[in-house]
């Protein structure tokens, strides 16, 4: 699916995520928004939001046993994994 980008603040909607803080769930196409959405980060309309090539890499699904703690917001999920840490021991 094709990523759009807001041309006013750069947010990109990414239908792989959708935007669920707004009632739009992953896997929603761009074209199939409703009519009431607006970019999430400065409120402008759709018509200002352009198609964008995603260069979006997939990293592997961790085995659950790896993951320690997992952070994620709106955009983006991180995993910690401990046995891959480098921070001197204070991760």
Sequence with gaps: ????????????????????????????????????????????????????ESRTIQPETPAAEEVVKEYLNKDIIVHWFPKQCSDAGKC
């Design 1 to 52: 699916m094709t990523v759009y980008e807001c041309s006013i603040c750069g947010y990109q909607y990414d239908p792989a995520v959708g935007d669920p803080q707004n009632g739009v769930a992953a896997g929603m196409p761009f074209e199939e928004l409703p009519t009431v959405w607006v970019c999430p980060l400065c409120g402008a309309g759709q018509d200002l939001c352009n198609e964008v």
